[in-house]
């Protein structure tokens, strides 16, 4: 399924949902365990009837739900193609399926408290080191270039953050190698 742009994306008007990173985030407040398990039941169930679900958390007193599809197509000006994980059409209308569960369950989201975080680390041959890093994040070597058309390391069962690599171009000089922690928080979250 063709990934969709940025603009694509906000001209679907989702009011639960901020685009952050490569998903769509969206955050409803619960009164309790039983109202985030019986929300996350009914999402299910819709997930189950299109065949593609989102990642979720339950945390006190909250549901966090991101949709990204895992096998979006992105194709480049001169013609290639590649799969990456980005949002599709899927996403934004299970997006608005899961704003409409949501709304059945009297639930409020609150966008403003969605983020995302990611780590970027420097250094000369990402090639060389991405397997190291795979294997210490994930355990897996199949996590490096997951939905990437580089050596970033994607945990596909979502517990560590993204580790994406920079690599210097050409002629610029070699930096030492640090980290970097990006955060992706919802435009209305950040202090003009």
């Known amino acids: 399924m063709d990934m969709l ?3 694509q994306i906000a001209e679907a ?3 639960d949902w901020r685009k952050l990173a490569q998903g769509i985030h969206a955050r409803y407040r619960v009164d309790g365990f039983a109202a985030a398990a019986r929300f996350v039941t009914a999402v299910g169930a819709a997930g189950d009837e299109v065949g593609h679900h989102p990642r979720v958390a339950i945390g006190d007193g909250f549901v ?3 949709l990204v599809s895992q096998d979006a197509v992105y194709r480049g000006d001169d013609g290639t193609e590649l799969v990456i994980e980005w949002v599709t059409q899927q996403d934004v209308d299970l997006a608005r399926r899961v704003t ?7 639930l409020t ?3 403003a408290a969605v983020s ?7 250094t ?8 190291v890093w795979a294997a210490l994040l994930t355990g897996r070597a199949e996590d490096q270039g997951r939905g990437t058309p580089g050596d970033e390391i994607r945990d596909a069962a979502g517990r560590m953050p993204n580790l994406w690599f920079d690599d210097p ?10 980290f970097h922690v990006e955060v992706y928080v919802a435009p209305e979250a950040v202090d003009g």
Request: cysteine-free; overall charge negative; glycine content about 6%.
């Open 169 to 178: 171009a050409d002629g610029e000089d070699v930096p030492r190698q640090r």
């Open 5 to 7: 742009t940025s603009a």
């Open 100 to 106: 409409e569960i949501a709304a059945e369950h009297g």
């Open 64 to 66: 966090d739900l991101e």
């Open 124 to 131: 000369t041959s990402s090639a060389t080191i991405a397997p």
């Open 116 to 122: 995302e975080v990611e780590l970027g680390l420097d």
């Open 13 to 15: 008007r989702l009011a």
């Open 109 to 111: 989201a609150d966008p």
